[in-house]
């Protein structure tokens, strides 16, 4: 069984940098970690953390209201496939809708947009390229 719990961003940063910038030139750490209203979420299995995201009061100019973007979602390879990714992300609109948030918003990696299309995100605008990351689109869910 999976549980998500909220979490440090200090715990954040091993699996971001093994799953998201192993081998690249970016920064594990994000602007915004340490902001009062941030909050990361980790996902356990069996007690040892599989999963983690990240998310911020970010204003995305297309977007009206009160926002939030999340940031360095990233599952444990020997861990992808089993649902913590969806039960985190499950937990953050409960929490988002509690902070009276209009919508949710982030830049997704092209192998990640059926994942999020799955949990009624959509993709914005038109594809980017992020820098030793790859192709990406905006995508975003009203709540």
């Known amino acids: 069984?999976?549980?998500?719990?909220?979490?440090?961003?200090?715990?954040?940063?091993p699996i971001r940098l093994?799953?998201?910038r192993k081998n690249i030139p970016?920064?594990?750490?994000?602007?915004?970690d340490l902001d009062k209203d941030t909050f990361h979420l980790g996902a356990f299995k069996e007690n040892k953390l599989v999963?983690?995201?990240s998310f911020m009061k970010v204003s995305n100019k297309n977007f009206k209201g009160k926002q939030y973007q999340l940031r360095g979602m990233a599952t444990l390879?020997?861990?992808?496939?089993?649902?913590?990714?969806?039960?985190?992300?499950?937990k953050a609109f409960s929490i988002l809708k509690e902070l009276n948030c209009d919508c949710l918003w982030c830049n997704a990696r092209i192998s990640a947009v059926p994942?999020?299309?799955?949990?009624?995100?959509e993709?914005?605008?038109?594809?980017?390229?992020?820098?030793?990351?790859?192709?990406?689109?905006?995508?975003v869910k009203l709540l």
């Open 51 to 53: 999963a983690v995201s």
């Open 123 to 139: 993709t914005f605008g038109k594809l980017f390229e992020i820098n030793f990351v790859g192709q990406h689109y905006v995508m």
């Open 26 to 32: 970016l920064p594990y750490q994000f602007n915004g």
């Open 1 to 13: 069984m999976i549980e998500v719990k909220t979490i440090s961003a200090a715990e954040t940063y």
């Open 18 to 20: 093994e799953v998201l």
């Open 77 to 90: 390879k020997e861990f992808q496939g089993f649902g913590a990714g969806k039960l985190m992300m499950e």
């Open 115 to 121: 994942f999020y299309e799955k949990l009624g995100m």
